[in-house]
């Protein structure tokens, strides 16, 4: 009997998404809804496109001739875990309407320009931690406003990457 009784609550747990014991199916989807307006709203503004995370991978299988910017920081992060071929470039999490050197490592604008390279065309992928993290948002408006025209923001980030499991290149 107590297996039963088991088998039943497991298999309720199961089928309600574990709604029945405390979270909240509504307010998720609240949540969900928020994070994809914003993502929206910034893409518009922004002027750029949107790669999923297994669209880059195909990207990055085919070898693709393509810069692919990982604007998050060096040590803590990109140091750690990177996607294959991505360059490291910092960019802070708010808005960045004027460059400011120091929020980015010190570096400026034509280091920027300099490491996506002279061809406008080019398609550029650029990428932070997670689709809440804009890092890639003020990479993806800067590259725009230097001209280049074939720009692609990954919105999951490495978090999205590592979460399908993906291969990742650590050091530099």
């Known amino acids: 009997m107590k297996k039963i009784v ?39 503004k922004g002027g750029y496109q949107v790669i999923t995370t297994e669209e880059l991978q195909a990207v990055v ?22 996607i294959p071929t991505a360059k490291q470039f910092l960019f802070p999490i708010p808005d960045m309407n004027d460059w400011d050197a120091k929020e980015t490592d010190g570096k400026s604008q034509e280091d920027y320009q300099k490491l996506l390279g002279p061809d406008k065309a080019k ?26 025209t074939n720009v692609y923001r990954q919105p999951g980030g490495i978090f999205a990457w590592r979460g399908a499991e993906y291969q990742v290149e650590t050091g530099e």
């Open 61 to 82: 299988k085919a070898g693709e001739d393509v810069v692919i910017i990982d604007t998050m920081p060096y040590e803590d992060s990109y140091k750690k875990g990177h």
């Open 6 to 44: 088991l088998a039943v609550i497991l298999a309720v747990f199961t089928a309600s998404g574990a709604y029945a014991f405390g979270a909240d199916k509504f307010k998720d989807e609240v949540d969900k809804e928020a994070a994809a307006v914003k993502l929206t709203r910034e893409v518009l």
């Open 123 to 148: 398609k550029i992928i650029v990428y932070c931690g997670f689709v809440k993290c804009t890092r890639s948002h003020n990479a993806a408006v800067w590259a725009k406003k230097l001209g280049y």
